[in-house]
């Protein structure tokens, strides 16, 4: 049994527990505001980790903006990405998902605790007006998303990082706020591996890039700026494990050379989670 199916299985009474408390919530939004729903969808997240021995490091929080909305853009590697960056990450965020996925049981009612934003990949104009609610709820509310510029992601990923979508960083373009690359390693091994048993894995805040540092830059500027922090990060990341012997050198250039592809600007934007 695979550690995604095993989670389940030994948090089922949790996963019954939280999706009724989040449809009671739910019928009347306003009695909970965002930070409470937000502590919930914490809760949950903390349960099932530590019941299946799962745990995020992370570095670089004390780099986060102190005010305002800001837009992360993460590496992309399996479902557990979203659950691990909100365990460690205090104050309320939301993400963006394919609506195709959004739906599904106990994502659905996450994606209501925390306010999150579907896209139809179909529809670039839906895509759009999500993109113009989020920049303005980041501009007025001081919003904080999560948008995963690879869009999709592979089974067994390996810490391989793909070509980074421009168009993921329209919205920080429209509200002119910071964006805060993140460095995912290890998370794919939680529940898009073959793995199995307790994980932990490591997200990296990496220096925000505030609008006056991209403000005339061309969206494709802007993504290869973000995915290179984030490719020599994770250098960086098994580099050091290397020398202190704590696992093996990876290696990397290999790795990503693999996966180095144009960039095809056509693409229409795709944000599975």
Same mark, same amino acid.
């Given at each position: ?21 989040? #449809? ?38 004390? *780099? ?36 195709? #996925? ?14 999150? *934003? ?156």
């Amino acid at each position: 049994m695979n550690n995604f199916h095993k989670t389940i299985l030994i948090n089922i009474h949790r996963i019954a527990y939280y999706i009724a408390k989040t #449809r009671i919530w739910m019928k009347h939004p306003e009695r909970h505001d965002l930070k409470q729903r937000y502590q919930v969808a914490r809760k949950m997240v903390d349960s099932m980790n530590k019941s299946a021995g799962y745990r995020t490091i992370a570095s670089g929080l004390e *780099k986060l903006p102190k005010e305002g909305g800001y837009m992360m853009y993460p590496n992309h590697q399996g479902k557990y990405d979203v659950p691990g960056i909100i365990s460690v990450h205090e104050a309320p965020l939301s993400f963006v998902m394919d609506m195709d #996925r959004a739906h599904m049981v106990l994502v659905a009612e996450y994606m209501m605790l925390v306010d999150g *934003k579907e896209l139809d990949l179909r529809n670039i104009r839906q895509n759009i007006t999500v993109f113009k609610e989020m920049a303005d709820e980041i501009t007025k509310q001081g919003r904080k998303f999560i948008l995963f510029p690879e869009g999709g992601y592979e089974e067994n990923n390996q810490n391989v990082v793909g070509t980074f979508k421009p168009g993921s960083f329209k919205v920080a373009q429209m509200a002119k706020c910071p964006i805060v690359p993140i460095a995912l390693v290890d998370s794919y091994k939680v529940y898009n591996s073959p793995h199995k048993g307790p994980v932990t894995t490591y997200a990296y805040f990496l220096d925000p890039i505030y609008y006056e540092e991209y403000k005339d830059m061309k969206t494709p500027e802007i993504a290869q700026k973000v995915e290179n922090r984030i490719r020599e990060k994770i250098r960086e990341h098994f580099a050091n494990q290397a020398l202190t012997g704590n696992e093996p050198e990876m290696d990397y250039d290999h790795a990503l050379a693999d996966s180095e592809s144009e960039i095809n600007y056509d693409q229409p934007l795709d944000c599975n989670g």
